[in-house]
């Protein structure tokens, strides 16, 4: 008999399918359950209602983008210490430097290569 291992949760947070759909499929391969949300507002109904080990948010997207989200998640206590990647297209330090200060855990670039978001990841839950 095998014993079930409990499979870290990780919530994508990005308005674009395409995106979802690359990162849930690596993540599920590499043992990770995924939950998916298209913008911070639905992210934050997805991080109310489940267990979550970590948030993968990009930074533009409608209704909530990814600082406000990231701003939330950093005012409520039960995520305050939640692990947050920020993956976005925009490289300028600005927003780097103010993606870390607002409390983001790590910032990557897109498109970021799967061994090096795959590396921040296990270096964050372990």
């Given at each position: 008999m095998t014993v079930a291992v409990n499979k870290p949760s990780i919530l994508v947070v990005d308005d674009s399918p395409t995106i979802q759909n690359i990162l849930g499929t690596m993540l599920r391969q590499n043992g990770f359950n995924v939950l998916l949300?298209?913008?911070?507002v639905a992210g934050l109904e997805v991080l109310s209602c489940n267990h979550v080990d970590l948030v993968l948010t990009d930074l533009n997207m409608p209704r909530m983008d990814g600082l406000t989200l990231l701003k939330k998640i950093r005012e409520n206590k039960k995520s305050a210490a939640l692990p947050v990647i920020m993956l976005s297209t925009e490289g300028h330090q600005t927003d780097i430097d103010r993606a870390l200060n607002m409390g983001a855990t790590k910032y990557l670039i897109k498109p970021v290569q799967p061994g090096v978001?795959?590396?921040?990841?296990?270096e964050l839950l372990n």
């Amino acid at each position: 008999m095998t014993v079930a291992v409990n499979k870290p949760s990780i919530l994508v947070v990005d308005d674009s399918p395409t995106i979802q759909n690359i990162l849930g499929t690596m993540l599920r391969q590499n043992g990770f359950n995924v939950l998916l949300a298209s913008d911070g507002v639905a992210g934050l109904e997805v991080l109310s209602c489940n267990h979550v080990d970590l948030v993968l948010t990009d930074l533009n997207m409608p209704r909530m983008d990814g600082l406000t989200l990231l701003k939330k998640i950093r005012e409520n206590k039960k995520s305050a210490a939640l692990p947050v990647i920020m993956l976005s297209t925009e490289g300028h330090q600005t927003d780097i430097d103010r993606a870390l200060n607002m409390g983001a855990t790590k910032y990557l670039i897109k498109p970021v290569q799967p061994g090096v978001l795959a590396g921040a990841i296990n270096e964050l839950l372990n």
